[in-house]
Each structure stands twice: as structure tokens, then as C-alpha cells.
């Protein structure tokens, strides 16, 4: 087959790869798109030894499945693979299974090529009105639905009463804020300093859009997301959150600085790190999608697997408005 193969620092070949061979219990799957994850560019970018060349990057994979007990039907993929038989698993967060895998990390190659073999139990079929395109966001954006549900367990304040606000406009802040509104938070309101794709969000998919500085001017919130995880973001929530209120750290820009721990002791302010989702929330996430709850699902650009480092490049320099740049193999 054809993969975007991570080979060095800033570098990725197009080329030809040895083809997945699924195991027991296994599926084949025809991959139609995989989006660019802000993980796949810290890989790019050489800040995260989780991820060492030459490997296939990419987990946000929609496709048809080609053998197995769902042969033929279209699916959307969750990447995490766990145990099943753990503690964690055992009470529903296995997305804390101490053996957990996720393709594009080793030993799972990653959903950048035009084949990926995958755990059936990890598909989840997809409708007829659901575009691949559309199938393919569900993983960005369970990762959203996953921590409003643990920030909603966390706050003291009714959800119908809170004021919320998202700090990031790519898919993952996107999601994140989707999601508030689909569980009952509708008092949302987003930061991203790009000009372009702010105008981009607010025009494509009604969302308040804030700047830096107008979010600094707007007030304390109840529950914050960082969906970036800089110091500058993290600094942004510290300052930001109400007393008594909730952070929720999704973004993994940056391991170090801005949080404000004396801020937040004095005014009992929980922070909650959280990690992709739970196979529920996956399972949640895509029915939400399927029911209409998350929007039209159509602020991604499709672009050829061959063209890739472009793609990349492009990210990079903060050329693209778009939440979500998908790849889909050429042939």
C-alpha cells in the first residue's frame, strides 16, 4: 500500500508500505479519511518521543470495512486499544488501561496510508446520511465530549446556569464546544487568536468568538477548556476561571508553566487533565453526530495522502482556516 511515513524531524515520505495484516477478532479497513492531529504535528515537530521515525502517524480515521463480520460496511474508527479485562476497563475508563495502545504510536501503525487493521470491537458502523468526511471528526471530537462530562461532574454549577468558555478553535476546541451545547451548556463562548479562522468559526459554525485580549475583558467562567496546553492557555484558564470553578485540560502543546496553583488553591478551583475518551464516550460521541446534536460537521478541507507534508507545512505556518485538514489516500 501507499503511506505518509514519518521519517525524521520535520520530514514524511509518500511511499509504499507493507500492507496490515489483521490479527483474530481484527477487521481490514479501506481507509477513506484520516485528519491531522495537533499530536500528529508535535511528532512532525519532533516533541514527542512517544512517537519515534519512521512511523505512520494519524488516528482520526473514517474507511469501509473489507473483511471480517462487518465486510462492507462504512465505519468510524476508535484508534485507542485497550486490554479489556483491567481495573480500569473493568469500570468503564478504560481509556486509563495501563496497557493501552492508540495507532500511530508503536506498536500500531497509524491511519496516514490507504489500509489500517483494527480491533472490531472498535468500529462503529456509520449511517447512510453521515458522510466519511463527517464519520471521520469523531474522534477529535470525543475528545471534547469525554472532558465535558468530567467537568460537568466536577462544577457546582447547574450546566443549564454555566458559563463556559473554550480556549482553542482548532477540531479539538471545536468539539469541546459542540459538546457543551449538546449537553446542555449553552452560554459558550471561544478563543482563538488566528483572525482567519475566527472569522472562519464564527460565520460556518455560530459560535461566539473571542480574541486573546476580549476573553481577558469578558469575566470569570464557570468551566474553561484548554483544548491548546501552552503556559499562555494555561495561564488564560488560571486567570479566567470563576472561584469554585473547573478547568479541563485537553491541549498537550506544552508540558511546562502557567498555572496560577496559588489562584487556584485559594479559590478552590479544580483542574482535571483528560485523556481521549472512554469506548462509551466514543460510542456517545458518534450518536450525538448521527442525531444532528453537533452541527453540519463541515468545517474540514480534503486534501490527497500524497500531498501530506504540504498539509503539514501549512498547519504549521497557521495558513489554514479550517478546524480540520483530512487526508485521503489517492487512489
Not at 34 to 55: V, Y
Not at 119 to 138: C, K, W, Y
Not at 149 to 178: F, N, Q, T
Not at 256 to 271: K, P
Request: hydrophobic residues 40%; contains cysteine.
Amino acid at each position: 500500500m501507499k503511506a505518509l511515513v514519518y521519517t525524521g524531524l520535520e520530514t514524511q515520505a509518500y511511499r509504499d508500505f507493507a500492507d496490515p495484516v489483521p490479527a483474530a477478532g481484527e477487521a481490514l479497513i479501506k481507509v477513506a479519511h484520516t485528519g491531522i492531529c495537533g499530536s500528529d504535528m508535535h511528532a512532525f515537530l519532533g516533541h514527542d518521543e512517544r512517537r519515534p521515525a519512521p512511523l505512520i502517524l494519524g488516528h482520526e480515521v473514517a474507511g469501509t470495512v473489507m473483511s471480517g463480520a462487518l465486510e462492507g460496511k462504512r465505519v468510524t474508527v476508535n484508534p485507542l486499544v485497550t486490554c479489556g479485562t483491567c481495573a480500569a476497563c473493568a469500570s468503564g475508563r478504560d481509556n486509563l488501561c495501563p496497557d493501552r495502545q492508540i495507532i500511530s504510536m508503536p506498536p500500531r501503525e497509524g491511519g496516514f496510508a490507504e489500509y489500517l487493521a483494527m480491533p472490531e470491537r472498535n468500529l462503529v458502523v456509520v449511517p447512510d446520511h453521515i458522510s466519511d468526511a463527517q464519520a471521520a471528526l469523531a474522534e477529535p471530537i470525543a475528545c471534547g465530549w469525554h472532558a465535558i462530562k468530567l467537568a460537568k461532574r466536577a462544577s457546582m454549577v447547574d450546566p443549564v446556569d454555566a458559563k463556559a468558555l473554550v480556549i482553542g478553535g482548532g477540531a479539538i476546541g471545536l468539539g469541546a464546544a459542540l459538546s457543551l451545547k449538546a449537553q446542555g451548556i449553552s452560554n459558550v463562548r471561544l478563543v482563538e487568536p488566528n483572525a482567519e479562522r475566527a472569522q472562519y468559526l464564527a460565520s460556518a459554525c455560530g459560535i461566539d468568538i473571542l480574541t486573546p485580549d476580549q476573553a481577558g475583558a469578558s469575566g470569570h467562567y464557570d468551566l474553561i477548556v484548554d483544548g491548546v496546553g501552552y503556559a499562555a492557555t494555561r495561564a488564560t484558564a488560571s486567570k479566567l476561571a470563576r472561584p469554585g470553578g473547573v478547568i479541563v485540560h485537553i491541549g498537550l502543546g506544552s508540558a511546562d508553566g502557567g498555572l496560577d496553583i496559588r489562584r487556584m488553591t485559594l479559590q478552590e478551583i479544580t483542574l482535571i487533565g483528560t485523556y481521549t475518551y472512554t469506548a462509551e464516550d466514543f460510542r456517545e460521541t458518534a450518536k450525538a453526530m448521527f442525531d444532528g446534536r453537533l452541527g453540519a460537521l463541515d468545517w474540514t478541507e480534503i486534501r490527497p495522502l500524497s500531498d501530506g507534508l504540504n498539509a503539514f507545512n501549512d498547519l504549521r505556518k497557521g495558513a489554514v482556516s479550517v478546524p480540520k485538514i483530512l487526508l485521503t489516500p489517492d487512489t
